[in-house]
């Protein structure tokens, strides 16, 4: 494939995962696609096949962008993986914003790819979780399936709200003070909880 053929292909995956976040999968054609891309119907043919084809490319890249987040998280371990993800989020978020944002719809369409999305972020986070317990630092009471999925939840569910927060809270989910707080927040909850026990 030639540079230029290469650049088109990136165009087009990036133009399909943003029109696809905005608006779901079916709401979008694929002259639409390239146009947003500037390029021409010819070429989606040529790279993807279908709209299905450029949509599984898509499903292909999200997957690996979640890998590649959370591959130098993975490790490290305790509170400072915590910190380390944080950064990196803070970084990839604003980056690759569209990629969360198609992942939101994937899941929340239930998309033919979304299964194996979910799969990946919930195969992630237990790697995560075995990690801290192998090295001792997971409390020894701690349900480590669940503590898995909760970090899938506080990964994806800013996204899932993210359409109120301005109303409801003022500002997106993704502003960097909200980030800040959330993840002090998830620091918090995951080290010490937030509830008093009664007596």
């Given at each position: 494939?030639?540079?230029?053929?290469?650049?088109?292909?990136?165009?087009?995956?990036?133009?399909?995962?943003?029109?696809?976040?905005?608006?779901?999968?079916?709401?979008?054609?694929?002259?639409?696609?390239?146009?947003?891309?500037?390029?021409?119907?010819?070429?989606?043919?040529?790279?993807?096949?279908?709209?299905?084809?450029?949509?599984?490319?898509?499903?292909?890249?999200?997957?690996?962008?979640?890998?590649?987040?959370?591959?130098?998280?993975?490790?490290?371990?305790?509170?400072?993986?915590?910190?380390?993800?944080?950064?990196?989020?803070?970084?990839?978020?604003?980056?690759?914003?569209?990629?969360?944002?198609?992942?939101?719809?994937?899941?929340?369409?239930?998309?033919?790819?979304?299964?194996?999305?979910?799969?990946?972020?919930?195969?992630?986070?237990?790697?995560?979780?075995?990690?801290?317990?192998?090295?001792?630092?997971?409390q020894p009471d701690v349900d480590r399936e669940w503590a898995?999925?909760?970090?899938?939840?506080?990964?994806?569910?800013?996204?899932?709200?993210?359409?109120?927060?301005?109303?409801?809270?003022?500002?997106?989910?993704?502003?960097?003070?909200?980030?800040?707080?959330?993840?002090?927040?998830?620091?918090?909850?995951?080290?010490?909880?937030?509830?008093?026990?009664?007596?």
């Amino acid at each position: 494939m030639s540079q230029v053929e290469a650049q088109g292909r990136r165009q087009l995956l990036k133009a399909g995962m943003k029109l696809f976040a905005e608006r779901g999968f079916a709401a979008v054609g694929l002259r639409e696609i390239g146009a947003e891309a500037g390029v021409s119907l010819g070429l989606v043919r040529t790279h993807f096949g279908s709209k299905d084809g450029l949509r599984e490319a898509i499903d292909a890249h999200v997957r690996e962008e979640i890998r590649a987040l959370y591959a130098q998280v993975l490790e490290h371990s305790s509170v400072e993986a915590l910190e380390k993800a944080i950064e990196d989020a803070l970084d990839w978020i604003p980056r690759d914003h569209d990629a969360l944002m198609y992942a939101r719809m994937s899941l929340m369409e239930r998309t033919p790819g979304s299964q194996a999305l979910f799969d990946e972020m919930l195969a992630v986070m237990r790697q995560f979780i075995d990690n801290n317990a192998r090295l001792g630092f997971l409390q020894p009471d701690v349900d480590r399936e669940w503590a898995a999925i909760y970090m899938v939840f506080d990964f994806i569910g800013p996204a899932v709200i993210e359409p109120f927060a301005e109303h409801a809270l003022g500002q997106s989910m993704y502003a960097k003070p909200m980030i800040a707080r959330r993840n002090a927040f998830m620091i918090r909850l995951f080290t010490r909880g937030f509830l008093k026990r009664e007596g």
